[in-house]
Every structure is written in structure tokens, then in C-alpha cells.
């Protein structure tokens, strides 16, 4: 007997609920999906978005890197370690022979030193509380139109001192000139550096301290004091003191030799000092 055509009609409309059941299981219909296209269109508009992002916060960094045209210092690296506003740093290079100096009990002042790249004379400021480094000028050299030296050569072996929050150099050896006696002060406030007197200083061995590195220097009342002592150098044991504020030095002990094979001690440390800077300079050839 065939069945009746109530019966079909019935049969067909159940397996075409079904299938509406089945492409709508879920409660989302298959026909309202997005297809291929729509999701490759939204996955390169999520990438535009990350581009563009990425630009303007490189546009931004930029923006907020300090002008070099004052001469005074130059920043490289927007940081969150920043501790003084216009100027940037994260970590001085790998470097010794540098001199670190303390101003009071929450920051100390480095200047100088040795690195793989040559001599240095960037000074950067360490905050003892944070943990955080500041680079307060990027070194480098006067420019050739200055009037004036704006910062002291390069150096290792320099004697350092802080005298009422500035940091003031003596001396130090440079490849290029050798052992020096010139006599810099650099503003921490200001991120400048003036020379207190023309290298040699144009004046006798009793009123000015002969070329030397490896020096020492102290001040007794480093917050409000005018003075500082300088010491030795180059096996030399003369006591000299110089007073910010006339600008002059005082011999206060003149060197006396201790020994008579004085000079040939010199001599030596001076031959291994000059292999120490060469074997750094053939690394540093070895490196570029």
C-alpha cells in the first residue's frame, strides 16, 4: 500500500527541520558566519592597527628626545629610569679606569674611563635609592667653531672630586696626549662643563701640578667647601690644594723621593700601562 501523500508531506517536513535544526544548533545560523575573506580582511586590519600604533610611538619617542644643538649634552635612549627631566640613560657602557664620585647619600657622579670602543668622558649620575642611572652628558668633543673648550679629552686615571654638588677632574691619561695636568669643573646642574685653566695652566712646577695620572683627590667639606687636595700620581707623593673660589693651587708638600730606583718603578708601570691600552686597542680592532 503506498503511503498516502499526508504522510510524505510530513516526512519531508521533518527532515527539513532537521537540517534547519542542525545549521542552527547554537543558536547561530550558519548563513550569518563570516566566511574566509571577512576573516583574512580582519586579521590584516588588526595588523595595520599594530603598525600604525608602533609608528606613532616611535614618532613620539622621537619628539621627545633632547636637542643636541646646545652642545651641552646629547640623549639617545627615552627611559623610564630618567631621574633628571630633559635627559635619558639606562646603563653606561662596560668600561675601567673611570672614577666614581660621591655627592651625598643618594647619588654618586662617574666620569670617564676605558672602554672596548676607546676613551671615554660621558658622565653619568647612579641614584643610591633607585637603583637608577642618569646619563648627564655624552662626552664626545668641542666643537670646531667653539671659542672655547666645552669638554675635557678623554681619559682614564683622572683624580675626582665633588665640591659643593659639582664634579671637578685633575689630570688623567689620554692615547692621543699622553699624561695631562688641566683642571675641569662640570655643573651637575646645569649638564655643562667649563676648564678652570688652560691645560699646563702656564704656570712654574710651584704653582700649578706637573702632568700625571693616578692621582688622588679629596675634599674635606665636600657640601659647602672651597677646596680640595690632590695627591701623588705617577709615583710622585706631592700634596697640592687648590681653592675654588681664587682659582688657585697651593703646593702644600713637595715631592720627596723615597727610594732610588723610584724612576725605574715608573718606568715599569708606565711600559705596562701602555701594553694594557694596546692589547684594548687591538680588541677593539678585533671587535669592529
Known amino acids: 500500500m503506498r503511503p498516502s501523500s499526508r504522510t510524505a508531506s510530513s516526512s519531508s517536513s521533518s527532515r527539513v527541520l532537521r537540517a ?30 599594530l603598525l600604525l600604533l608602533a609608528l606613532l610611538l616611535a614618532l613620539s619617542a622621537l619628539a621627545t628626545t633632547a ?18 627631566a630633559g635627559r635619558f640613560g639606562y646603563q653606561p657602557t662596560q668600561r675601567s679606569g673611570q672614577s666614581m ?5 643618594t647619588a654618586s657622579v662617574m666620569f670617564g674611563g676605558l672602554a672596548a670602543s676607546g676613551v671615554l668622558n660621558d658622565v653619568w649620575e647612579y641614584n643610591h635609592s633607585t637603583g637608577f642611572w642618569t646619563r648627564l652628558h655624552a662626552g664626545g668633543s668641542t666643537p670646531a667653531d667653539a671659542s672655547a673648550p666645552t669638554v675635557p679629552p678623554p681619559r682614564v686615571g683622572h683624580a675626582a672630586v665633588v665640591l659643593q654638588g659639582d ?25 655643562t662643563w667649563s676648564q678652570a685653566a688652560p691645560l699646563g695652566g702656564g ?20 657640601t659647602s667647601g672651597t677646596s680640595f687636595v690632590l695627591f701623588g700620581g705617577n709615583l710622585k707623593n706631592d700634596v697640592w690644594s687648590y681653592d675654588v673660589s681664587t682659582g688657585a693651587w697651593s703646593l702644600l708638600m713637595n715631592e720627596v723621593a723615597s727610594t732610588s730606583d723610584a724612576a725605574a718603578a715608573f718606568a715599569r708601570f708606565s711600559a705596562a700601562a701602555a701594553a694594557t691600552l694596546a ?3 687591538c680588541a677593539a680592532l678585533l671587535v669592529a
Do not use: C, H
Not at 25 to 43: C, N
Not at 68 to 79: P, Q
Not at 101 to 105: C, E, M, N
Not at 203 to 222: H, N
Open 20 to 49: 534547519d535544526a542542525a545549521r542552527t544548533r547554537g543558536g547561530v545560523s550558519r548563513s550569518s558566519r563570516p566566511d574566509g575573506g571577512v576573516r583574512v580582511a580582519g586579521l590584516a586590519l588588526g595588523n595595520l592597527s
Open 67 to 84: 636637542d643636541a644643538t646646545s652642545g651641552t649634552y646629547v640623549d639617545v635612549t627615552v627611559s623610564y629610569t630618567s631621574q633628571v
Open 101 to 105: 664620585t660621591r655627592v651625598d647619600s
Open 167 to 191: 664634579l671637578w677632574i685633575f689630570g688623567g691619561y689620554d692615547p692621543d696626549a699622553g699624561d695631562m695636568n688641566d683642571l675641569w669643573k662640570f655643573d651637575r646642574s646645569e649638564g
Open 203 to 222: 704656570a712654574s712646577a710651584t704653582t700649578w701640578p706637573a702632568t700625571r695620572s693616578g692621582a688622588s683627590a679629596t675634599a674635606s667639606d665636600p
Open 279 to 281: 692589547a684594548v686597542s
